[in-house]
């Protein structure tokens, strides 16, 4: 059965929210967005798991079917196929960032895509999953990992009875395992590894664990001899910012944000982001009332293998000569903007112009 985590989902942030991707990535239409939520229908869900591929903060989940707990499964096995017919649900359900995740795990994996010309699903679910996997591609020869291959397989009945095998044994143990496992097998991934600076503060942000699992690969990885840039508008699953002037520090961005990716200092005066962690759900260019926020041209593979907090705006903050409170100064009176609208409805009301 299909569920959602309300407390996860962007829509519940805020009512501002334009977030679609399950809603279009959805065969059946058996998810509707609303404003301020999400409505499941679920006599029309058939659990292909095409939502969970594109949500980008893991709200969407399955209660018999774990993603990431398949992936750790299928590394350390032997197998080198992945197939909604034998070992997986729709393919679309893997996503992007787990097929950038398998292609730094594991050389040699192959997609079955043998079935999905026949599948009353391909209108929706194949040319995302050609997406999902020309994207993943597209990173991975950037950064150095394994390709993905997608390409069809004819394989006998016997071969498709081993793998069916397979997932009969990772269902069962999915189902046992506690909520605690992911990150004991993290750890089991990271072993023999140095630890980084920045390594527990990323576990502790509130961000997936399909991004927790990325990033610990990424740790991994042997660094490029060169980093490249890698065009924004191709990327899904994160991307690089830029904070125009028309930015008035409201702080609604950052407060808002529900992987803590956007952040400010002490004194509010700067905005902080950290592209690698950023989920590109969207959330903080639906409340900018001034648009100010936006996309950078490119994204720089350096923010995989060395993340940095960058400053996208600052402000100069002073202290109200009335109130004592901090406030965003951009000249004149050195006032705060709630004691300018106290003073003037004050003159409203005694008729002083």
């Not at 950023?278 to 950078?296: E, G, N, P, T």
């Not at 402000?315 to 009335?322: E, G, H, K, N, T």
Request: glycine residues 6%.
């Amino acid at each position: 059965m299909i569920s959602i985590q309300s407390g996860e989902c962007v829509r519940y942030y805020s009512k501002l929210s334009e977030c679609t991707k399950c809603q279009e990535a959805c065969p059946t239409q058996a998810i509707k967005c609303k404003e301020g939520g999400v409505e499941l229908w679920m006599e029309s869900c058939v659990e292909c798991g095409a939502c969970m591929g594109v949500c980008p903060t893991e709200a969407i989940s399955l209660s018999n079917f774990n993603v990431t707990e398949f992936f750790f499964d299928f590394v350390q096995s032997d197998e080198e196929v992945i197939g909604c017919k034998y070992n997986f649900l729709c393919l679309a359900a893997l996503g992007s960032e787990y097929l950038i995740s398998l292609g730094l795990a594991k050389e040699g994996v192959v997609l079955d895509i043998g079935h999905c010309s026949e599948c009353e699903l391909k209108e929706h679910c194949f040319p995302l999953i050609e997406e999902q996997v020309s994207e993943a591609n597209y990173v991975l020869g950037a950064i150095g990992g394994h390709p993905i291959e997608a390409k069809k397989l004819a394989l006998t009945k016997e071969e498709i009875s081993d793998r069916r095998e397979f997932f009969n044994l990772f269902s069962l143990k999915g189902a046992a395992k506690a909520k605690g496992e992911f990150e004991k097998r993290l750890e089991a991934l990271d072993e023999g590894y140095t630890p980084q600076a920045d390594t527990a503060r990323i576990r502790q942000k509130n961000i997936p664990n399909k991004r927790k699992l990325l990033f610990t690969l990424l740790r991994r990885a042997p660094k490029p001899q060169e980093y490249k840039l890698l065009e924004n508008e191709y990327l899904s699953f994160t991307s690089d910012k830029v904070i125009d002037e028309s930015c008035d520090n409201c702080s609604i961005c950052y407060r808002i944000c529900p992987t803590e990716v956007l952040s400010t200092t002490r004194r509010s005066d700067a905005i902080l982001f950290d592209p690698l962690l950023c989920v590109r759900c969207h959330l903080c260019h639906d409340v900018c009332a001034k648009d100010s926020i936006q996309l950078a041209q490119y994204f720089d593979t350096k923010e995989l293998f060395e993340p940095q907090q960058k400053v996208l705006a600052k402000f100069q903050v002073i202290r109200c000569d009335d109130c004592g409170n901090l406030f965003t100064y951009f000249g004149g009176e050195r006032i705060c903007p709630r004691c300018q609208i106290e003073e003037q409805e004050a003159k409203d009301l005694w008729g002083i112009e």
